[in-house]
């Protein structure tokens, strides 16, 4: 066993609000105790314990390391083309999937895993120290536990999402489709996964079919999270409340209905500022759901085509600027939000039995992370008590 002392720490953001003012539990002039792997006391500086080594935080902000809860990163190719149509006036569709589905397919296992390695290293640099990450730009039995099993090489929160879009093998048998991802997919895809996602939208899913996607996941052991009204109001946000999904991950076209049942139910609302921010969308309601006590969490989509960002930074900047976030709210989204949005209690906070992730910013504050947007204040990165970064 090695102890760790983190000292002279000019603001830290436990997340834990018996430690601490607000919610963020925020401690000035703090210092952190690392056992190993996990977090072993966190206080004013002032009263902190002797520890095998010491290390001077330079009067530095230190918050949690970031949970980027969605992410797409099995994929090969870009979609630069795309996005420059898109910003000269094109609008997202989601049949633009099929591109990366072409470029997956025909890529080797070690070209997708090294893909998936570079961005979850680009993430990591830039703060991130939890991952979820998904399937869906394979759409075959094959290709989809493929993208599953180099998935789960690089993180333990891996989603099937098989019913990304109606794969085009079957778009004359979109019923013949749903068949399979919930029969021979799923019994493939299980294995490697924790969680099951739908994309309920216009020109993907229905209500109906995403019902029965969900339910055949849970059935085999997986949890449900839902890419919900996206790019129209529809069914999504609703059925994942209704499931007791983990997440709903979008909420940007949500009716009064759709947050009260978010309200009222224990599914978080994930927004995604990156997706809105590259498909020239209107931004989700933050504020409203905030004010009405729905858990916010923010992540980053990152995928190559509705948002190819890796940095939760430049999402948090995005939540203040435009999502009328607090910088306050959109740290907490960012870290413990995420945390909620994959039922995790061990990350996404710095306080004792934690695992101890977290990020030094080069900041005498976490409002820099908004306050200087597009600047690299992340310093250095721990994950598991290791400086990594
Ligand atoms: O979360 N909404 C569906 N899936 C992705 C976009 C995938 C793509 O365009 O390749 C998203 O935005
Ligand atoms: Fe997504």
Redesign the pocket.
């Known amino acids: 066993m090695t102890t760790t002392l983190i000292t002279n720490i000019g603001s830290l953001v436990t997340n834990d609000p018996t430690l601490g003012e607000g919610p963020l539990g925020l401690i000035k002039d703090a210092a952190l105790v690392l056992e190993d792997e996990k977090v072993s006391w966190a206080g004013p500086a002032a009263q902190a314990p002797a520890a095998d080594q010491a290390v001077d935080a330079a009067g530095r902000a230190v918050i949690p390391g970031f949970v980027d809860s969605h992410s797409?990163l099995v994929f090969a190719g870009d979609r630069t083309a795309e996005f420059n149509a898109r910003m000269s006036g094109q609008p997202y569709k989601?049949g633009?999937?099929r591109t990366?589905v072409a470029a997956t397919r025909a890529a080797t296992d070690a070209e997708l895993s090294a893909n998936v390695a570079k961005y979850m290293w680009e993430a990591l640099r830039q703060g991130t120290t939890t991952f979820e990450t998904k399937s869906?730009y394979g759409l075959t039995v094959e290709d989809e536990a493929r993208a599953l099993r180099i998935a789960a090489e690089h993180t333990d929160e891996v989603t099937y999402l098989g019913a990304?879009i109606v794969s085009p093998d079957y778009a004359d048998d979109p019923a013949a489709y749903v068949k399979l991802v919930t029969g021979e997919m799923l019994d493939a895809c299980a294995p490697y996964a924790r969680w099951v996602d739908v994309?309920c939208?216009k020109g993907a899913f229905d209500g109906d079919q995403a019902r029965a996607i969900l339910k055949a996941g849970q059935a085999k052991g997986l949890q449900a999270r839902v890419?919900a009204n996206?790019l129209t109001y529809g069914p999504g946000v609703q059925l994942a409340v209704e499931l007791d999904a983990a997440s709903a991950d979008?909420c940007t076209h949500l009716t009064d209905a759709d947050i009260d049942a978010l309200a009222q139910g224990d599914t978080v609302a994930t927004l995604?500022p990156g997706?809105e921010f590259s498909t020239r969308a209107e931004w989700p309601d933050a504020r409203r759901l905030i004010d009405v006590g729905v858990t916010v969490a923010l992540s980053t989509?990152c995928?190559?085509?509705?948002?190819f960002t890796s940095s939760m930074p430049f999402c948090i900047a995005l939540a203040v600027r435009d999502m009328l976030m607090t910088p306050d709210e959109a740290i907490w989204s960012a870290t413990a939000g995420g945390a909620a949005a994959l039922r995790r209690t061990d990350v996404g906070r710095l306080s004792v039995g934690a695992r101890a992730d977290l990020v030094v910013l080069d900041a005498p504050s976490h409002v820099h992370l908004a306050y200087r947007p597009g600047v690299p204040l992340v310093a250095e990165v721990w994950r598991k008590g290791v400086r990594t970064v």
């Open positions: 797409h989601a633009g999937i990366t869906g990304h994309f939208e890419h996206q979008h995604l997706a989509d995928n190559p085509g509705s948002s």
